[in-house]
């Protein structure tokens, strides 16, 4: 077993470096330009011999050396400057994530894919059909990473530790992200019980807000994402069956067709193993089914309807 990440730009290196922690297995880091994840694979090494981890990572811009991987992290591609939303990227990540999904379905056509290029949920589309993969075999990293910023103001705000916190959000990785409140607790809880309307106003709009404040101060979103990326691996490498919110194909589930959008489901050895369906009162109907609706259109835009 193998996991090779595609592209070695700061999520991918603290993919690496978070997959190497964990000691999941060895990873391929590879990427376009020259240097780079060979560069980033020797102070990974670094970092993983002094912790005594027997996990090693190589770097490569050869497609050829990912042959017959198990895992493969697509995260190639550009990112967001400050002032820009996720969909601004999409007609060149539509291109990357084109081309490197013909090179995953030539030298890794048994892999499980986990997307990360944004805007992720239309990307999670592309990568799935122009790999023609089965929908189990392709999930989108994003409601994880969502998830991991509302746990930390839940915590913030409530002056309790994080390890209490059980959430959930779903959605559009995007402008219509939709972070749970209902489906949310402390130690089991329901987080209604402790939190003011105004609190919880304050709580969605941060983790709504919070990834473009981290690119206007220090340009990208790193080590958050590069650990969301690992706890996904972690799930299908060791088979946990936990329950994640990943960008899956939508086959009717959630009332919506032919897309892909964050919902939660069990993630283990054969990838997205089922999808779960919550009941959603109007409100987040609303929210949700506008997420629908955006990233449909993005994906009519780009002609892969
Ligand atoms: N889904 C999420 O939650 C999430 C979180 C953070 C970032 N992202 C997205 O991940 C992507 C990467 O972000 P980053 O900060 O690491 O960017 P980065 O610029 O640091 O790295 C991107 C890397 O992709 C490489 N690349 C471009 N085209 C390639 C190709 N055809 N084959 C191989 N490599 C190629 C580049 O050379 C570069 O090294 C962006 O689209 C960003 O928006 C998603």
């Known amino acids: 077993m193998t996991i090779t990440i595609i592209g070695s730009g700061k999520v991918g290196a603290s993919a690496a470096l978070n997959c190497g922690l964990r000691e999941l297995d060895d990873v391929l880091l590879l990427d376009i ?12 090494n670094h970092h993983l011999s002094e912790r005594g981890i027997d996990c090693y990572v190589q770097g490569s811009n050869d497609y050829h050396d990912m042959q017959g991987s198990d895992i493969v992290v697509l995260v190639a591609g550009i990112g967001r400057r400050p002032g820009m939303t996720r969909m601004d990227l999409l007609k060149t990540n539509t291109g990357i994530v084109g081309e490197v999904a013909q090179q995953i379905r030539q030298y890794a056509n048994e892999c499980i894919l986990i997307v990360v290029t944004n805007p992720l949920d239309p990307m999670t589309f ?9 929908r189990n075999m392709v ?13 930390s103001f839940i915590s913030e705000v409530l002056e309790v530790s994080r390890t209490s916190i059980n959430a959930m959000v779903i959605g559009e ?4 992200m939709l972070p749970l409140i209902r489906f949310s607790s402390v130690a089991g809880i329901p987080l209604q019980e402790f939190l003011s309307d105004g609190q919880s106003g304050e709580i969605l709009e941060k983790t709504k807000n919070v990834a473009a404040q981290v690119i206007s101060t220090k340009g990208a979103t790193t080590h958050a ?9 972690e799930a299908i490498i060791r088979d946990k069956k936990s329950v994640i919110p990943v960008s899956a194909f939508l086959d009717g589930e959630y009332g919506a067709h032919n897309m ?9 050895s ?8 919550l009941r959603l009162n109007d409100y987040e109907k609303k929210i949700f089914d506008k997420g629908v609706i955006d990233v449909k ?3 009519e835009s780009i002609g892969l309807n």
């Open 260 to 268: 892909c959008i964050g919902v939660p489901a069990v993630i283990g």
């Open 297 to 299: 259109e993005a994906i």
């Open 225 to 233: 994402p590069g650990n969301a990326i690992a706890t996904i691996a």
């Open 173 to 176: 990785h995007g402008e219509n």
């Open 126 to 134: 592309v990568a799935l059909k122009q790999t023609g993969f089965r």
């Open 270 to 277: 054969n990838g997205l193993d089922r999808i779960i369906e």
């Open 33 to 44: 330009v020259q240097g780079l994840p060979q560069g980033e694979a020797m102070d990974i």
């Open 139 to 151: 999930m989108g990293m994003g409601g994880l990473l969502d998830l991991s910023r509302f746990k």
